[in-house]
């Protein structure tokens, strides 16, 4: 099995809401990934998990919280969003660094903020 | 710093014509070079990569991408297009641990 589950895979979000996004893997892989992706733009890395520590986070803005509860599982908690917030968010894993190892990614969530 | 360039936007070919993707890299070190596929409404497919080894790397659904150290490029190539190999394709360079620097990304048109 080499699938990345996320879901949901739409969300429609007012700017007072808290909504989670939701990513599973069962490939035993160690790091996950969450990226944010605009139209036809390439992803722009957002945090890491590595053996479900949280090791890179790249300057991300507090309304958005990360959760690793198990190697499997990957949430991304969102208050308070804002408008340019809305973007394809894409969950990835790995089995181990990358440069070794490839990623994988799941389809995304299509998120709206209004 | 690491990073890599797709110079073209959209490359537009004929169904059954080669087809190529072009990624030049700039590194300090030995890159690992990456090739990801994406699809409309879809995550990025992970294609092929090059760590160490042969120049010629082959990949996924017929794709294969040649290392050339002294031109600094890793272009992606396949024999024989097919309209379904239309799709969004990102070069993509590893950037440190557990990090990628990606090109814009290539659109590619197959015509029937």
């Known amino acids: 099995d080499t699938e990345v589950t996320q879901t949901p895979k739409h969300l429609v979000m007012g700017m007072t809401n808290k909504k989670s996004l939701k990513c599973e893997q069962h490939?035993?892989?160690?790091?996950m990934y969450w990226y944010k992706q605009k139209a036809k733009k390439p992803p722009e890395l957002m945090f890491v998990y590595s053996y479900e520590k949280l090791s890179i986070n790249e300057s991300v803005p507090s309304r958005f919280s990360p959760e690793c509860p198990n190697s499997s599982l990957l949430n991304l908690h969102l208050h308070a969003l804002q408008p340019e917030d809305s973007a394809l968010y894409l969950c990835a894993s790995s089995q181990g660094n990358l440069g070794d190892y490839e990623q994988y990614f799941g389809p995304g969530t299509r998120l709206t903020v209004t | 710093a690491q990073s890599v360039a797709q110079p073209e936007d959209q490359v537009n070919v004929a169904e059954g014509n080669p087809l190529t993707v072009k990624c030049t890299y700039s590194v300090s070190g030995n890159p690992y070079l990456f090739w990801y596929v994406q699809y409309p409404n879809r995550g990025l497919q992970f294609l092929l990569k090059?760590?160490?080894?042969?120049?010629l790397v082959k990949g996924s659904y017929g794709f294969e991408a040649e290392f050339n150290k002294s031109q600094t490029s890793f272009h992606l190539k396949k024999p024989s297009a097919l309209v379904s190999d239309s799709a969004l394709y990102f070069c993509?360079?590893?950037?440190?641990?557990?990090?990628?620097?990606f090109g814009k990304g290539n659109q590619v048109v197959v015509i029937p």
């Open positions: 993509a360079v590893r950037r440190g641990n557990n990090r990628l620097a």
């Open positions: 490939m035993g892989h160690r790091a």
């Open positions: 090059y760590i160490t080894g042969d120049n």
